[in-house]
Each structure stands twice: as structure tokens, then as C-alpha cells.
């Protein structure tokens, strides 16, 4: 199963093809104060802590979360979702993407905070479009 988080579409693209990809379904979360203003909804997601609309129900053993890089981690929602939901017996991939064109940077400061959910971390440049299907592939592969 493919969870994700996006404000401005970048990373619903990845969740969507990472989906497709692994014939499963992605599942948006939802800020509680959705704001399609950026300032609005970093500022909400800070004072909400991340909370969401709905947990989505897991029946999948292996979840895939994808998100935006917010303040060098992964935005806020994920901490919520991680929190609330119980996934202790499952393997928790990350596929995250981030403005910065040195993504790889961002693998090495989260790969030991996120190493106990089991999986793996990717983070990807938003910024290269083109490069979406080949960093999905490197994903599923
Ligand atoms: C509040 C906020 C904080 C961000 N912090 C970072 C950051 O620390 N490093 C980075 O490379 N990109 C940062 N970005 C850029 C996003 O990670 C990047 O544009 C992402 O691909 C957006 O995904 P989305 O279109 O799905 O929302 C930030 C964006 C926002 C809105």
C-alpha cells in the first residue's frame, strides 16, 4: 500500500506512479487545515503537529509513504501517520522528495531515524520531472 502526502502535487505523482507500479492503491492523508498556501499549511501542520483527516486501513504487510522533505525531514503528516497508526509488524518503506538537488543528503541524515520501521529510504529531486519514471523503477526494482 502507497501512503502519501503532497501540497503542490510533486510527490501525489510519485505516490501515483510508485502505485501503478506495484499494482496497489495510494491513500492521501490529509491535513486538517488543507491549505493550498504553502506559509498556511507549514504553519498549521506546526501548530496540528501533522494531524490528519483519516488513517487509511491497513491490511498490506509492506507500506510505502511518500512525502515532501519539510525542514530537512519528512513534512509533518508522516510523524503523525507513524504515531497513530500501528505498524510494528509491518516494513515501512520511505519515498521522499525534496527541492534540493542533493537528495542524497537527505538519504544519509534520515536513513538511521527511519531505519526502525525496517525498510529502505529514497528521496528524488522534485525538481527533475523527467526523471519520475526512472526513480519509481529504481524504487520497485
Ligand atoms: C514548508 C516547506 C519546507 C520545505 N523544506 C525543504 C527542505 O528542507 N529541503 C528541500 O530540499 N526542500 C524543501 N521543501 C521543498 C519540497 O520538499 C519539495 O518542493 C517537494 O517536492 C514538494 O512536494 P509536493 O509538491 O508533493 O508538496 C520544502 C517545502 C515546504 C512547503
Excluded at 515501512?92 to 542524497?104: K, N, S, W
Amino acid at each position: 500500500m502507497v501512503i502519501y502526502y503532497s501540497l503542490g502535487g510533486k510527490t501525489k505523482t510519485y505516490a501515483e506512479k510508485l502505485a501503478g507500479a506495484l499494482g496497489d492503491k495510494a491513500f492521501r492523508l490529509e491535513g486538517v487545515g488543507k491549505s493550498k498556501n504553502v506559509v498556511l499549511a507549514a504553519f498549521t501542520a506546526l501548530v496540528t503537529g501533522g494531524k490528519v483527516k483519516t488513517l487509511p486501513v491497513i491490511e498490506e504487510d509492506t507500506l510505502y509513504i511518500c512525502a515532501p522533505i519539510w525542514a530537512g525531514k519528512p513534512s509533518p503528516f508522516v510523524a503523525y501517520f507513524l504515531k497513530k497508526a500501528n505498524v510494528s509488524d509491518k516494513k515501512v518503506h520511505f519515498v521522499l522528495t525534496c527541492a534540493d538537488t542533493d537528495p542524497a543528503k537527505y538519504v544519509s541524515n534520515l536513513e538511521d531515524d527511519l531505519a526502525k520501521y525496517g525498510g529502505k529510504v529514497w528521496v528524488f529531486c522534485s525538481q527533475d520531472e523527467g526523471a519520475v519514471d526512472a526513480n519509481v523503477r529504481s524504487v520497485v526494482s
